[in-house]
């Protein structure tokens, strides 16, 4: 017999799946420097095997925030409520289908932003836990570096030039990771600085500060003044610069700084003149005891910078003259009369004056001059045959008003000069 079937059948129904799975992430930074602009990415994707219709995209933000925009779509932000408005994005997703947005705005100084997305569909869905997404973004602080610097607008040659740079925070926040840099004219010498440590590359004008504070808390300053040489001439420019790890926000105080110095010499000259000559060892002209004698003191300024105060003294004689003030190149003459005296007589003109920085420059030079008794040309106190040679040689000759030659004062040397001169001669026949 033939007990069993020698057939058999099964069936399987097949059905198809019209269920969606609308889903969206958000991808907030964890941090975010004050001021800075944070960029949020937000995703629409569906997972589904079926199309999702009749979906709908959320966004919600942090009220009160400002710099909003997104890429993507047509945002708009309610800042009262939060609520962000988005049109432009396909109302159906079909399957596997992603839309993508970046949503944007400026980190508040401190606090945290939550940026929430959700996605809805008319479809029914395959799983609904996955239709909502939040990122929150914590701000990290806002500081604001600057720096000065305030060099002196003019310095002598040759003379210590003293700058003081300041490093600050003006910012809310405490500034981390904060670098100096200094950088000034190649080729100086005597480039030193106090308040810091600081190493000068004289080939690049780089100056490498050490010693001062990595970070800087609100109201926080770092002092420090350079030092240099001033050169002969030119200028030098100091620059300054600090750079912080931590947001700056609007940044509103500058992060680097210069300032220049321009160098000049200052100097001054005076030549004094006894009756027109200048004299500077002794003895000078000879000239009448009693007669009067005129002495000008013609001052130069030497230097390349205007000099103000400018006064003119004789030791002797005292105050001469105050100029006032001299460019440079210019000159000035100043004129005081006096009485001879008897023998050898020795003045010393003196010119001050000062420079731009109010530092005293000044010049002297001596004069002199003989002061004999009439006809004794030779000044040995002795009026003889020798003075009267001396006066016949020099007939024709004019000088200057109270030369011993000049028996007669009509300063020209005559006949008549020295037939005057014969009355006087200490001895008879103006013997030796």
């Not at 964890?30 to 602009?37: D, H, K, L, V, W």
């Not at 399957?95 to 993508?100: H, L, N, Y």
């Not at 705005?105 to 799983?127: K, L, M, Q, R, W």
Request: glycine fraction near 10%; hydrophobic fraction near 30%; charged fraction near 10%.
């Amino acid at each position: 017999t033939n007990s069993a079937p020698d057939t058999a059948s099964d069936s399987t129904t097949i059905t198809s799946d019209t269920t969606a799975d609308v889903t969206t992430t958000v991808a907030a930074p964890p941090t975010a420097n004050g001021g800075s602009t944070v960029n949020v990415p937000v995703t629409f994707t569906n997972n589904g095997a079926a199309p999702a219709t009749g979906v709908t995209y959320t966004v919600t933000l942090t009220t009160g925030l400002s710099g909003f925009s997104c890429t993507g779509a047509t945002c708009s932000y309610d800042s009262g409520s939060g609520v962000v408005t988005i049109t432009g994005l396909p109302a159906s997703l079909s399957s596997g289908q992603t839309e993508s947005i970046i949503i944007s705005y400026t980190a508040p100084a401190s606090g945290s932003v939550t940026v929430n997305s959700t996605i809805a569909t008319t479809t029914t869905e395959s799983n609904y836990s996955n239709n909502n997404a939040s990122g929150t973004t914590n701000m990290a602080g806002v500081a604001d570096v600057t720096t000065t610097v305030i060099a002196p607008a003019t310095a002598n040659a040759g003379s210590t030039v003293n700058v003081p740079i300041t490093f600050s925070n003006n910012g809310p926040d405490t500034a981390a990771g904060v670098t100096y840099s200094v950088t000034l004219l190649s080729g100086l010498s005597g480039v030193s600085c106090t308040g810091a440590t600081c190493s000068y590359n004289s080939g690049t004008g780089a100056v490498t500060i050490t010693g001062l504070s990595g970070s800087l808390t609100s109201g926080q300053s770092e002092n420090i003044t350079l030092s240099y040489t001033a050169p002969a001439s030119g200028s030098v420019t100091v620059t300054s610069n600090i750079a912080t790890t931590t947001g700056q926000g609007a940044n509103a105080a500058p992060d680097s700084a210069s300032d220049s110095t321009t160098f000049y010499v200052a100097s001054i000259g005076i030549t004094v003149r006894t009756n027109g000559t200048n004299n500077d060892v002794i003895t000078g002209p000879k000239i009448t005891i009693g007669s009067t004698v005129t002495w000008s003191y013609a001052v130069v300024n030497t230097g390349n910078v205007t000099l103000t105060d400018v006064a003119v003294t004789d030791n002797i004689v005292g105050a001469i003259c105050t100029i006032g003030s001299l460019a440079p190149g210019a000159t000035a003459t100043c004129t005081k009369t006096g009485t001879v005296i008897a023998g050898q007589y020795e003045n010393n003109g003196t010119v001050t004056g000062k420079d731009p920085l109010n530092n005293i420059v000044s010049a002297s030079n001596l004069d002199h001059y003989l002061g004999v008794a009439l006809c004794d040309v030779n000044g040995d106190t002795k009026i003889n045959s020798s003075d009267i040679t001396l006066i016949l040689v020099a007939r024709g000759l004019s000088v200057q008003l109270g030369d011993p030659r000049d028996y007669n004062r009509d300063r020209i040397i005559t006949i008549n000069d020295s037939n005057g001169c014969k009355l006087l001669c200490t001895k008879p026949g103006c013997a030796l």
